[in-house]
């Protein structure tokens, strides 16, 4: 299980993958084949297709050049039924084909029904021609586990295997995936010119340095030039170079794909990766870069230094094209001329000028800017801030947005909220926006830059945007699906630490952190005494408790508990769990709890005592809970798990996975996590009633699985 994602986002990716998985129907053989080999990293052989896209018959569906290791695959929704006929002659007709196999391996897209395959693997076992042979029966769950702890990480594995489940580029994109290289844009100009030219110099050095000042293009350049060589790497990767301070850094430097993380040096040695270093510091020791790469892996860095490749400018047609796009009226030809006098081929500014233009501004504004910084030395800097500085009083408040930010990218989600879809309209139609992630919303590096120069003539609204974000976060986390609470607080990271460093422990900003950070990379410092939260709570007045506060204590706990087994071992983390038990009681004594939220105390509680080993008392709070005024689902699937085993409470159980499964979707109020938790929990014993749940709920079952 790979140890860089958290456990409950790990979980969520395996119950979206093995729905897709179930889904991909007479494809699953191609699937298949690309999956294998990924995950091997070796040339495989797989069956042809005929002209009409079907497999042809006769050979195994794929095999080892020598043989000796076969894999055959089945999308059948029987598979696992009775004594598994499709798997025996499936491992029947790997042995007849290829005599010289060793390993044999079965993917079926279906989930397992352990007895049947317990029976399968005992009879296989025993057969004389299975003798120094193995087989092995991946299920639907088992695939879903590899390509998240193996193949989440490679944007290549995605690429390929996403055409056959989507869910891998939902996972991809929804995620607040890191370092992923932005899109050049639409408008962006075909130029094969300078892709050529990076060709050339990366059979030369496996880096190339692209220089130029800013604006010159150089980025673009490079966004165009991955867009183009997507196929001929496993992963490309895009770093600011303010996170690059030293060539040593990447070792820390961290990938994340879907939550996952992968440390970037260690895929340039290891996989063909693009790395793209956009606008490095003038420190960077740019020759040690060379150093880091692996057969098949570059990295092009981006420098306004001297030195290195320099992107032509804008032809005189280039530019015309790019300051004319979508405007009714031309350019006059003696305004370019005083435009391309005072800029010359600068790219970034005739787009910045025609979104100035199509937002209002008339060609004598253009001419006058352009006269003024005629005679100034950095003249398409000064010019990029006189036009920005033409637009604060058409979109102050969403340039001051970006501003608190503090980075040129944010959550499209939050910016929705906070901006609206009209203020967002603004920022494109200025052209002050480059495309990139459906979920991200970004300001050219350019324009960023220019904001801090027009900072004091921003409005102040700071403070409002720190609450909207709150307010945000706590509606994501306490409501709804719970993708856009992951989005916005992995986006908004660095956003929510300093609010927190400056003393803002708003439990909103505290919860974001605990929930989506990996128990090992946790910040410590997030994880304050739960009984000083609680005096907190105790403290404020008001005829409520806010959900959000009562879920940081909780989450506090539960992930200072996973923090401090990671770090210190079992013994030292229910050491401090039983020192914080009390906390539970407190919390109770609050009569502006709500009965959700007594529940939600209750049942943590009894989380909190099975993992210190007490499960009689754990079993008994979960009992509570399901007895009390607002029952609830986690409750009692936990039940479920705990006593499914125990004959007693056979008629208990039943009652219990019945609730679960028939209050699954327009029936009532159980979440799909829990009943498809509750489906996996089924005990696969000959009980009558399981069969009949089965076949009540099979089409359900079929559907969500």
Not at 237 to 253: C, F, H, I, Q, R
Not at 334 to 351: C, K, N, R, S
Not at 449 to 473: H, K, M, N, R, W
Request: glycine share 6%; aromatic share 6%.
């Amino acid at each position: 299980m790979s140890q860089s994602i958290n456990a409950k986002l790990r979980a969520s990716h395996l119950i979206r993958l093995i729905d897709g998985i179930r889904v991909i129907g007479p494809d699953f053989e191609r699937f298949g084949g690309m999956l294998m080999e990924q995950l091997l990293g070796i040339p495989l052989t797989h069956r042809g297709l005929n002209v009409l896209g079907f497999p042809v018959g006769g050979d195994v569906d794929t095999h080892s050049p020598d043989g000796t290791w076969v894999a055959e695959y089945s999308a059948e929704t029987a598979y696992f039924a009775k004594d598994m006929p499709k798997a025996t002659k499936d491992l029947n007709h790997a042995l007849a084909k290829k005599p010289d196999a060793r390993e044999v391996v079965l993917l079926s897209a279906q989930k397992r029904v352990s007895a049947a395959e317990q029976r399968f693997m005992a009879k296989a076992r025993a057969r004389p021609d299975m003798q120094g042979r193995t087989v092995q029966i991946l299920d639907s769950r088992d695939i879903a586990a590899m390509i998240v702890d193996h193949l989440l990480t490679s944007d290549r594995a995605v690429s390929l295997l996403g055409p056959y489940l989507p869910v891998l580029e939902q996972l991809r994109d929804e995620q607040a995936a890191t370092l992923q290289v932005p899109s050049p844009g639409e408008g962006a100009l075909d130029r094969p010119a300078i892709d050529a030219a990076f060709e050339a110099e990366l059979t030369k050095s496996p880096c190339l340095v692209v220089s130029g000042h800013g604006g010159a293009g150089k980025s673009v350049a490079a966004a165009a030039f991955a867009k183009r060589r997507v196929d001929a790497y496993h992963n490309q990767l895009w770093l600011k170079g303010t996170d690059v301070p030293s060539v040593e850094s990447l070792n820390a430097v961290a990938m994340v794909r879907a939550g996952d993380s992968r440390n970037v040096a260690y895929l340039l040695k290891s996989r063909p990766t693009l790395l793209i270093i956009d606008d490095v510091d003038l420190d960077l020791a740019l020759d040690k870069l060379a150093a880091l790469c692996g057969p098949g892996s570059h990295i092009i860095v981006t420098s306004r230094r001297d030195g290195g490749y320099v992107p032509p400018p804008f032809d005189e047609a280039e530019a015309r094209e790019v300051v004319n796009r979508d405007i009714v009226e031309p350019c006059p030809d003696e305004v370019f001329q005083v435009i391309w006098d005072a800029v010359g081929g600068h790219p970034l500014t005739y787009g910045l000028i025609n979104g100035t233009v199509r937002n209002g501004a008339s060609w004598a504004d253009i001419r006058e800017d352009c006269r003024v910084i005629g005679e100034l030395p950095d003249r398409s800097d000064r010019l990029a801030n006189r036009l920005l500085a033409r637009a604060l009083n058409v979109m102050g408040r969403e340039l001051a947005f970006f501003l608190w930010v503090g980075k040129a990218d944010c959550d499209r989600g939050f910016a929705v909220r906070v901006l609206s879809p009209v203020g967002l309209r603004k920022l494109n139609d200025a052209c002050l926006t480059t495309p990139d992630w459906p979920n991200v919303v970004r300001l050219h590096d350019v324009v960023f830059a220019s904001l801090q120069t027009l900072a004091v003539d921003l409005p102040e609204v700071a403070g409002a945007f720190t609450d909207q974000l709150a307010a945000y976060i706590e509606e994501a986390a306490t409501y709804g699906d719970g993708l856009p609470f992951w989005t916005v607080s992995q986006s908004l990271d660095v956003r929510l630490r300093a609010a927190i460093s400056a003393g803002d422990r708003r439990s909103a900003f505290v919860y974001a952190l605990l929930e989506t950070s990996p128990s090992a990379s946790l910040d410590p410092d997030l994880l304050e005494d739960p009984s000083a939260m609680v005096d907190r709570i105790l403290a404020t007045s008001g005829d409520r408790v806010p959900a959000i506060n009562t879920m940081a204590v909780i989450e506090t706990i539960e992930a200072g508990y996973l923090y401090r087994k990671t770090r210190d071992g079992k013994t030292a983390a229910e050491t401090a769990l039983a020192s914080q038990m009390p906390v539970f009681d407190r919390l109770e004594t609050d009569c502006r709890l709500t009965i959700q939220q007594h529940a939600e105390l209750e049942h943590h509680r009894g989380k909190a005592l099975l993992r210190l080993g007490e499960k009689s008392a754990a079993i008994a709070h979960f009992e509570a809970v399901l007895a009390g005024s607002h029952p609830l689902n986690e409750s009692r699937l936990q039940l479920v798990k705990l006593v499914a085993r125990d004959p007693k409470k056979a008629a208990e159980v039943e009652t219990m996975t019945r609730a679960l499964l028939e209050g699954f979707g327009g029936r009532g109020d159980v979440t799909t996590s829990v009943f498809l938790a509750a489906v996996e929990s089924l005990p696969w014993h000959d009980a009558p009633w399981r069969h009949d749940l089965i076949k009540m709920h099979g089409p359900t079952i079929e559907d969500v699985l």
